[in-house]
């Protein structure tokens, strides 16, 4: 399905060791004729994926504080969440917000620098 397929290089192939698997053609899971791909280990995948799913406590703690019933909540919730996921792979292969992350870093430390002084002074 054309949603589901990533503008980036392939994902890694992880192995249950948490090591990758090297393509047919030797060019490695992290890179090659592709670009730079991503590089997780097994245990990288499982903090990731951990990390995220802690959204889904909070979602269902507000969506419980709001009397929501559970199943249309879930529902909306994974329909958005695959929406903006497939939104933000397609996003993230773009060449110019892949420029832009490269100033991410300064800039939003600047911002909190920024924040903090406004919230210190104001």
């Known amino acids: 399905m054309a949603l589901f397929r990533s503008s980036r290089a392939a ?7 948490g090591g990758e698997r090297e393509d047919m053609d030797g060019a490695g899971a992290c890179g090659g ?7 997780l280990r097994l245990a990288q995948v499982f903090g990731l994926s951990l990390t995220l799913s802690l959204n ?17 909540a879930a529902a909306a ?6 929406l903006f996921l497939a939104s933000g792979n397609r996003l993230g292969g773009c060449h110019g917000l892949q420029l832009a992350g490269c100033v991410a870093e300064p800039v ?3 911002l909190l620098i920024g924040l903090g002084l406004v919230q210190l002074f104001w």
């Open 11 to 17: 994902p890694p192939r992880i192995l249950a060791d």
């Open 33 to 39: 004729r592709g670009g730079p791909g991503p590089c």
């Open 56 to 72: 889904n406590l909070s979602a269902g703690l507000s969506a419980s504080m709001a009397g929501l019933a559970l199943v249309p």
């Open 77 to 82: 919730t994974l329909v958005c969440s695959v």
């Open 108 to 110: 939003s430390g600047a």
